[in-house]
């Protein structure tokens, strides 16, 4: 259910029951689980996968490669990187293509929550029940039930119960 205009989603988008998706976002090829929410100004590009009961705050980019479990909250603003790596050019300076790099995956372990502004580096495991603190930069596997924050994000403590 798209709930206002301007929004833009290309007709491969893979859309659960009951997917609130409010207004200026751009979805192609992704997968978005029953009874989530996708934010103002949100961007999700092919190949990530969103699942169920999901919360994705405006002003949000999710790359390919990035996969959310479900009921997990993702705050305003919060980038995602797929590239480890990252040119414009090749060698020989001609602009890259999807065969020049290989995406590194990224994954969003159920219940996490990620603040607003974080930015969340390629490669990584952020875990069951964690919180990534706004304004980290996380750049290592976050365990479950963490509470991280920083520049890289460091571990603040780990709570016992995290449901």
Known sequence: MVTADFARIAPDVKLGRDVKIFA???????????????GAFVEIQKGAKIGCHVKISSHTFI???????????????????????????????QLQTEADWAITPTLIKRGA????????????????????????????DVPAGAVVAGNPAHIITIKESYK
């Open 24 to 38: 200026f976002v751009n979805l192609y090829g992704c997968e978005i689980g029953s009874e989530s929410k996708v």
């Open 63 to 93: 790359c390919e490669g990035v996969t959310i479990e479900d009921e997990v909250f993702i705050g305003h603003g919060v980038m995602f990187i797929n590239d480890k790596y990252p040119r414009a050019a090749t060698s020989t300076g």
């Open 113 to 140: 929550s990620i603040g607003s502004n974080a930015t969340i580096l390629c490669g990584v495991t952020v875990g069951e029940g964690a919180l990534v603190g706004a304004g980290s930069v996380v750049t290592h």
